[in-house]
């Protein structure tokens, strides 16, 4: 669960209508030609003492920008030497040049390294203009660009700006169960969020099959675990109580609790079903288990990372002098250590093929208790190695074990979908 929470962590920056800054719900009404702005109600004046009104020009409404950006909680910056103002709300910035009709929009993202810039240019139907020494941008282009709805009423002469209300539906059904449009929107999200490239779909109701499949895959095993007794307590869902989507009250907050209650039933089903006993736990038998197929070993490994050959050579014949001295193996592995597996594993069991050759073949010409008479050399670096005895519960941790345990697991979960009841809602289409 862990790595599916870190995403949800990130999920405020991913969707939509969740991170706006203060201010953000503000509903802001100008009129063309009028100085004055209604900010939820409340008149203004849109630039103090400097009268500057919306116009309309060749048919596009500009306003002064600067008010409207600092009411909803965001900053403008103006470059006199560039000609270019800058307009930044939360993550996202728009960079706009006088007489240019070429945008760019920056974007903190979430990417593998951290976040990152993301980068955009798009071309505009109108260019910024200075009219009496105040800056006019296009109302509509800047608006939605940060996310909010632009509504024109020319009989009014009017324009509201003001934060979309997201109108939650029901997008499927999967065995009786509901599934709403704000999972789908969590799933795009945090599919975006791990680096996948999903399409969220649009206004002609076409979603992402990718996206729709995995929301699939967490719901039936759910309601499988529903259905076998197993639940989620309040301690299960304590680490969640400080997220932002939770706390924040916003439109998908009840989607992402739902996405990570069917998690967290996921992994207590799968726990239950490949523990001993379980429909999917694995047998000795069955993967062969034995001295004759199977190696357990530890190792310390003086790797060539900032070293010479001679160097790491040298260093791990240090090593076994001290083993000849009586000095103590695990002891020696946090001493001189290179492999991080080690201190998380504290051994590995294996078959042929599972580990670099060098690696196994020495591991087996080893007997119980024995360490490796001289460095082994792979790939990695020099290793110093130690066969130890299998043990009754070792088989488990084999690479044979996972792949069967995951086979058994594929096979009923393919059973459980082909009889499941999937049901589109008629206004959607699931794209390929």
């Not at 000609?83 to 910035?93: A, G, N, R, T």
């Not at 169960?177 to 975006?192: G, Q």
Request: aromatic fraction near 8%; hydrophobic fraction near 40%.
């Amino acid at each position: 669960m862990r790595k599916l929470t870190a995403i949800l962590l990130i999920l405020c920056l991913a969707l939509p209508l969740c991170a706006f800054g203060e201010g953000a719900d503000k509903t802001i009404v100008l009129r063309i030609g009028d100085p004055m702005m209604t900010v939820d109600g409340e008149q203004k004046e849109i630039d103090p003492d400097r009268g500057a009104a919306p116009v309309i020009i060749n048919g596009r409404t500009l306003v002064p920008i600067r008010a409207i950006i600092e009411e909803l909680g965001g900053e403008v910056s103006w470059s006199e030497a560039a000609q270019m103002v800058s307009l930044k709300i939360d993550e996202l910035e728009l960079l706009l040049t006088i007489g240019d009709t070429r945008a760019t929009l920056r974007e903190l993202t979430w990417g593998t390294i951290g976040n990152v810039w993301e980068i955009k240019t798009t071309e505009l139907d109108a260019s910024p203009v200075i009219i009496d020494g105040r800056t006019m941008i296009p109302a509509r282009f800047v608006m939605e660009s940060f996310g909010y709805a632009v509504v024109w009423d020319g009989e009014s002469q009017t324009i509201t700006i003001a934060k979309p209300v997201f109108e939650d539906r029901v997008l499927a059904t999967v065995n009786g169960e509901d599934i709403y449009l704000s999972d789908y929107y969590v799933m795009c999200a945090a599919l975006a969020a791990d680096g996948a490239t999903v399409y969220s779909g649009n206004n002609d109701g076409t979603i992402d099959g990718k996206a729709f499949g995995s929301v699939i895959s967490l719901v039936i095993p759910a309601q499988i675990a529903e259905s076998r007794g197993l639940t989620v307590t309040d301690e299960d869902m304590e680490f969640a109580e400080n997220m932002p989507l939770f706390s924040d009250g916003g439109p998908y907050a009840a989607a992402c609790e739902r996405c990570l209650r069917r998690f967290a039933l996921n992994e207590k089903l799968m726990k239950s079903l490949t523990s001993e006993g379980g429909e999917c736990s694995v047998a000795p038998e069955e993967i062969g288990w034995g001295d004759d197929n199977f190696t357990k070993a530890q190792h310390i490994l003086v790797s060539f990372d900032g070293r010479t050959e001679e160097e790491a050579e040298a260093r791990a014949r240090e090593v076994i002098e001290k083993l000849n001295g009586g000095e103590d193996f695990e002891a020696l592995i946090r001493e001189y250590n290179d492999d991080p597996g080690m201190l998380t594993n504290g051994s590995y069991v294996f078959a042929e093929g599972e580990m670099v050759d060098e690696f196994y073949q020495n591991a087996r010409a080893l007997a119980v208790g024995e360490y490796s008479p001289a460095p082994v050399r792979s790939l990695y670096g020099f290793h110093i190695i130690r066969r130890l005895p299998l043990e009754d519960g070792d088989y488990l941790k084999t690479g044979a074990a996972r792949t069967k345990e995951l086979s058994k697991l594929q096979d009923l979960i393919n059973q459980w979908f082909s009889k499941a009841e999937i049901t589109i809602s008629d206004d959607f289409t699931v794209a390929d």
